[in-house]
């Protein structure tokens, strides 16, 4: 019985983003029934390939994620595997038809964090497109019932989404990134030397992405509207605390938005959306 190793890869991607993003979790758990497994299933499969690169640095990560990419693209091919997340993933992918070109960009942008790299504009581009506008991209297929008009129109809504959370991402992990991992993704930026007036350049950025953004999450269906409209409101009220702070001061310590503060938001987000004023 497949479907009972199917309801398990499904809890197992479920618990993956629970575990490791309320934010997400609280976001996905405000979609439509029918679309909240993909989701998380899309989740899990980022999340394990993330983890490969950046937590586990007593192995082999380059071997563990050509192993990966092996195994992804062996899943979507057999329609199973025995990674429940994996069997996950590739459940999605062919059910909601996912252009295997998305995941490869993925996993490319994946193997650039397992070296040093110095980031020009252009690799800045291309490692925020693979790591974060392909994922909602992805997301995007599931929401727009793999329908290619919906889809098409949606795209660029959904890549400027993708790419604001990366880009607020970066500023609130600078810290670790750069102290622990040693990357560095800002091009034409010395962190050692980061002032003000380059993290208001970047913010800048973040601002016009997410002005474009919630334009589209207002054209999206409502089986998820409600949902990526949470997930958009914690990014936003993360961006603001790390707006109020200097430079400085965010390469000393991650900033986070409490769960308390989290659960409030989440309030004000159901209110909004039945009132139509988002």
């Given at each position: ?242 707006k109020r702070l200097s430079a400085e001061k965010i390469m000393t310590e991650r900033i986070r938005i409490s769960n308390t503060h989290k659960v409030g938001l989440m309030f004000d987000s159901i209110i909004r959306n039945k009132l139509n004023v988002i």
């Amino acid at each position: 019985m497949k479907e009972l190793f199917d309801q398990l890869s499904g809890d197992c991607s479920r618990l993956t983003t629970k575990l490791y993003s309320t934010s997400f979790s609280y976001g996905i758990y405000f979609l439509g029934k029918k679309i909240r497994q993909p989701i998380h299933a899309i989740y899990g499969f980022v999340r394990l390939a993330d983890e490969i690169v950046d937590s586990f640095h007593q192995y082999d990560k380059k071997f563990l994620l050509a192993k990966f990419k092996e195994d992804t693209f062996e899943a979507i091919n057999l329609g199973i595997s025995l990674n429940p997340i994996l069997n996950s993933f590739q459940k999605v992918v062919n059910q909601y038809q996912i252009d295997e070109e998305l995941i490869v960009l993925f996993l490319k942008s994946m193997e650039m964090d397992l070296s040093t790299q110095k980031y020009t504009p252009e690799l800045y581009n291309d490692y925020i497109l693979g790591s974060a506008e392909v994922v909602g991209l992805m997301c995007l297929k599931v929401f727009t019932h793999g329908g290619d008009v919906d889809y098409e129109y949606l795209k660029p809504y959904a890549m400027k989404l993708g790419s604001a959370f990366q880009k607020v991402n970066f500023l609130r992990d600078v810290k670790a990134d750069h102290q622990t991992l040693s990357r560095n993704y800002f091009p034409n930026v010395n962190l050692a030397l980061f002032c003000d007036r380059q993290k208001r350049e970047i913010e800048k950025e973040i601002e016009a992405e997410f002005a474009m953004a919630l334009t589209g999450i207002k054209l999206l269906p409502a089986t998820s509207r409600n949902g990526v409209y949470l997930s958009y409101i914690y990014y936003k009220k993360l961006f603001a605390k790390i707006k109020r702070l200097s430079a400085e001061k965010i390469m000393t310590e991650r900033i986070r938005i409490s769960n308390t503060h989290k659960v409030g938001l989440m309030f004000d987000s159901i209110i909004r959306n039945k009132l139509n004023v988002i």
